[in-house]
């Protein structure tokens, strides 16, 4: 128990020393305790409680930046149990950046990127847990963490992809914040933030290894363009990591703390299998540095990573600091100082040694290590030189065969003989070339024999060292013996000075004081022993009392309870009747409202208007959908009361809307349709009463009558597709000619009414005045701002259409694109009509006001058609357009002028019917009353008849418009 007390401690210890306020690296001795205590304890249990308690990440910026290294430390090196006790902290790593990166200058963006890399690795080993925290695997490992499955090496590839950007992301703000010259590279400050490289390098040349042997993987299964995203992605992040190699290598701080690998200078071609087999894995060698000597005095200083005779040695003995000792008049205390100088000096010896020892063991590593890749480098050397001499006498040989081949052929040309001895000449010469060859490959071979038995001997020198580093081991636990020995001795030799030293006469004094003592003890006891008994009773008497209170308060509270239920019960009561009032003042309103809209089916007033089968079939679709949702929901869940009530709401109101729509429609569809549409609307609005009639008195009931109101729905929506006039048997030549014929004679219509009402405007202001003028000019100055603003509306329709039509023809004609959309052209045909038509109307009746012989009522219903009309060609052109349409937001505006003009010409012609009104007031002076009798029965009469002629006049209206729809959709068949 006490070791793992010291471990902690040591633990604790090296954590606070590793991540302190000093911006200077931490040292590796402190990250390696850290890294071994999570061995010994298999976990990193003690790292996160004292990082949570103990160290400010939160509170300073250099804190925070050197603990996310020596986790990342940690991570990779610790135990394999660490990176499963710090998943759980994957958030704390999140906010922590977040927080870190309000900070906009100095180490926020740093600690930031280094988070979001923190987070990523820890993610990616909790998708990935067969990756060791260094991720150091074989290539039969990689593929059984795939299972050799294209579709998880798919998935991991994006996972690496992810991994490496956070590397590279993290070294480009590193390296963007020293200046353009790296000078501060070798401050402790720069420092302390290029060290973090260290370990990004490392997994980097990992991550780089995995990536290529999978993407090779893919490229063989895969078709290439499904990998293209893949192999940017590779190119972007190849480049990034040879100008982080590149960039790292040339800084004077990572020669002796990292051998930095070099990728080749273009990426691998992953199109060629072949590739694979020139593959490299970039390989990172962190060197071991050795450790100042010193104290924890020397904490918090810069480590001078270079040394100028290239080797680390224990310091000279005249630098060592020795104990002095003061001598001592009594002799056991001169005996012991002599043993403790003894100590001293074999403790500092042993010390000596060991780091002897240790220098040793580093220099011989250096050693085998240089001449490793020495020998390495002279066997490349002697392959190639074998290859060559290969090269070089299959040559020769080619040569001489060809020689030979042409001393035979030229044997018998008595030209070819006299050049015999030149060639003769020549193949000697390339015998002797050949023997140079052979000699240098000799002289290579016994070189590298030479070394091969120089690397032997450096083995044998290695072991050894070896050797006698184990027996300065023998020997120092030997002297740590010793020493235990001598400690011990010391102990008993403490303890016999001090019981020989005792005073007894002091002991006696000692044991009367206590005496005395004891007694006044005695005496204060008995003292608070008579003080505690009248505290008692006391108590008693209290206790008591309390026991009658606390009966009499359960009581109360037994009451209490009672009384609690009661009020609970009465509560839910009133709940329960609010809830049912409530639905019954929603269904009350809601029934009021179709009642409402029935009675005002009976008005004499609704039978001028007048609505489309198109309109009537947007209207219907809202009812369905909300009918669906209220059957959805449960009637008596009191969670979903107030989506319920809003839902009878909305549904009841629509219906309403749509009742008032369909008969609307009846009144314009022939007499046999509108029978029917009367009669559907009829028993709409009954179930309607009666829907809302049950649900007040049983909810659970009312769905026969949905299902009922549904089917009803249906039927209408049925009536309004058959009223719908159908353009199916105009030929797919004809229907593009007649929608630009409509069109072009709606413009010729609309600009003829326009020329002609200037023309009359000018004719008044030259022939009226007085009443009259100011009468001509208000209407047709209102008549000409309503033309101005049709002209600008069918202007802005046209430029919508062309561009509905491009967008939606696709690589067809537009003659087919009309044929496939025969509604929509429908309805462009017939918008055009109207407007034609109302323009003429409007001309008519303008012609006739100003001549005095027309109605100004006239002028009303013309502009109100002509308004109609252009409300249905921007209903027409919106059904196709795009919302987000320019041209069709420059139309909506349109419309809007339209209509105002259309009401400023309903204004104009009220103001003045006015004043022709106040124009022609009776003059009553001077009449009898007699006369006045006559006259105001005479006008009883009038108006009555009046009124019974503006009745049948409604009727006839109704039957008009019921036969001019019938009468457009034969036209529109026959043609």
């Not at 042409?406 to 050049?419: F, L, R």
């Not at 067809?812 to 429908?826: A, D, I, M």
């Amino acid at each position: 128990m006490a070791s793992i007390e010291k471990l902690k401690r040591a633990e604790v210890t090296a954590l606070q020393k590793a991540i302190n306020l000093d911006e200077v690296p931490a040292k590796e001795k402190h990250v390696r305790t850290l890294i071994i205590g999570t061995f010994q304890e298999k976990s990193a249990h003690t790292f996160w409680a004292f990082v949570n308690s103990r160290i400010p990440v939160q509170g300073n910026p250099v804190v925070a930046w050197k603990f996310c290294y020596v986790l990342h430390k940690i991570l990779r090196d610790g135990h394999p149990n660490v990176i499963k006790d710090s998943i759980r902290y994957h958030p704390f790593l999140v906010d922590l950046g977040r927080l870190w990166g309000h900070l906009k200058l100095g180490h926020g963006p740093l600690i930031t990127k280094y988070c979001e890399l923190l987070a990523v690795k820890l993610d990616f080993h909790r998708k990935n847990p067969r990756f060791p925290g260094n991720l150091h695997i074989t290539n039969d490992e990689l593929g059984r963490i795939a299972d050799n499955d294209v579709n998880n090496y798919f998935q991991l590839s994006v996972e690496v992809f992810d991994y490496m950007e956070c590397i590279l992301d993290l070294a480009t703000v590193i390296f963007g914040s020293f200046d353009m010259s790296r000078a501060n590279s070798m401050t402790g400050a720069g420092q302390c933030r290029l060290v973090v490289l260290i370990p990004c390098i490392l997994d980097s040349c990992q991550l780089y290894d995995f990536i290529v042997k999978m993407m090779f993987r893919l490229h063989t299964s895969l078709p290439q363009d499904t990998l293209s995203g893949h192999r940017e992605r590779f190119a972007k992040q190849f480049k990034q990591l040879q100008h982080l190699y590149y960039s790292s290598s040339n800084l004077q701080f990572f020669k002796n703390l990292i051998q930095i690998p070099s990728l080749p200078e273009r990426a691998p071609n992953f199109f060629s299998a072949v590739d694979i087999n020139q593959h490299v894995t970039p390989v990172a060698k962190v060197q071991e540095v050795p450790e100042e000597v010193g104290g924890d005095h020397a904490e918090g200083f810069l480590v001078d990573t270079q040394s100028t005779n290239g080797s680390y040695g224990p310091p000279r003995p005249q630098e060592m600091v020795v104990p002095v000792e003061t001598p001592s008049t009594n002799g056991f205390d001169d005996r012991f100082a002599d043993s403790q100088a003894a100590a001293a000096e074999k403790e500092r010896i042993t010390d000596d040694l060991l780091q002897e020892i240790e220098r040793l063991r580093k220099v011989a590593d250096k050693i085998k290590s240089d001449d490793l890749i020495v020998i390495e480098d002279l066997r490349n050397r002697v392959v190639e030189l074998e290859q060559q001499s290969e090269e070089q006498r299959a040559q020769s040989d080619l040569e001489k065969q060809t020689m030979m081949h042409q001393i035979e052929q030229s044997a018998k040309n008595p030209e070819v003989v006299a050049n015999f001895a030149e060639l003769d000449k020549r193949a000697k010469a390339t015998d002797e070339k050949l023997k140079k060859m052979r000699d240098v490959y000799n002289e290579l071979r016994e070189k590298h024999v030479a070394l091969l038995r120089s690397g032997a001997d450096a083995e044998k020198q290695h072991k050894q060292t070896k050797k006698a580093l184990e027996d300065l081991e023998r020997q120092k636990n030997e002297l740590s013996v010793r020493i235990m020995n001598f400690d011990m001795e010391k102990e008993q030799l403490q303890k016999s000075v001090t019981s020989t030293s005792v005073d007894a006469q002091r002991e006696i004094d000692e044991k009367i004081s206590e005496c005395k003592a004891l007694e006044r003890q005695l005496a204060g006891l008995q003292a608070e022993l008579d003080s505690a008994l009248v505290t008692r009773e006391k108590l008693h008497e209290e206790h008591q009392t309390v026991i009658l209170r606390s009966n009499e308060l359960q009581e109360k509270l037994e009451s209490a309870e009672s009384d609690l239920d009661s009020v609970i019960f009465q509560h839910n009561l009133q709940k329960k009747a609010l809830r049912q009032n409530f639905i019954n003042v929603i269904c009350a309103a809601s029934a009021e409202q179709i009642q409402h809209c029935v009675a005002t089916w009976e008005q004499p007033a609704f039978s001028v208007l007048t609505s489309t089968p198109e309109f009537l079939l947007v209207c219907i679709q809202p009812v369905l959908d909300h009918l669906h949702l209220l059957s959805e929901i449960v009637p008596n869940d009191e969670e979903k009361l107030p989506q319920l009530a809003k839902e009878i709401q909305l549904t009841f109101s629509h219906m309403t809307h749509c009742l008032i729509q369909c008969m609307e429609t009846s009144q314009m569809a022939p007499v046999d349709l509108a029978d029917e549409f009367t009669l559907v609307a009829t028993k709409m609005s009954e179930l309607s009463l009666t829907y809302l009639t049950r649900f007040r008195d049983n909810p659970q009931a009312v769905q026969p009558t949905l299902a009922e109101l549904k089917e009803c729905l249906e039927v209408l929506q049925h009536l309004s597709s058959v009223l719908i006039p159908k353009v199916e048997d105009v030929r797919v030549d004809e229907i593009a000619d007649q929608v630009e014929k409509e069109l072009h004679d709606m413009d010729k219509a609309i600009e003829a009414a326009a020329l002609k009402i200037e023309e009359m405007l000018a004719n008044s202001r030259t022939r009226d005045s007085g009443v009259t003028l100011e009468v001509n000019a208000k209407i047709l100055d209102s008549c000409t701002t309503l033309m101005t603003a049709v002209r600008v509306l069918v202007r802005k329709s046209r430029a919508l259409q062309q561009e509905i039509v491009v967008a939606g023809k696709g690589f067809t004609s537009p003659k087919e694109f009309y044929k496939r959309n025969h509604r929509w052209t429908e309805g462009l045909i017939s918008a055009a009509k109207t407007i034609g038509l109302g323009a003429n109307v409007l001309l008519e009746a303008a012609n006739k006001v100003v001549s005095g012989k027309g109605k100004f009522e006239e002028l009303v219903v013309a502009s109100q058609e002509i308004s109609a009309g252009t409300v249905q060609l921007v209903v027409s052109s919106r059904v196709k357009a795009d919302k987000n349409s320019r041209a069709l937001a420059d139309m909506s505006m349109a419309s809007k002028a339209v209509t105002q003009a259309t009401g400023h010409v309903v204004a104009s012609a009220k103001d003045c019917a006015q004043l022709v009104e106040e124009k022609a007031d009776f003059d009553f002076t001077g009449i009898t009353l007699h006369k006045i009798k006559k006259i105001e029965m005479e006008s009883q009469v009038k108006v009555l008849e009046l009124e019974s002629l503006l009745t049948k006049e409604r009727e006839r209206l109704a039957s008009i418009r019921r036969q001019h729809y019938a009468l457009v959709g034969t036209n529109e068949s026959e043609n």
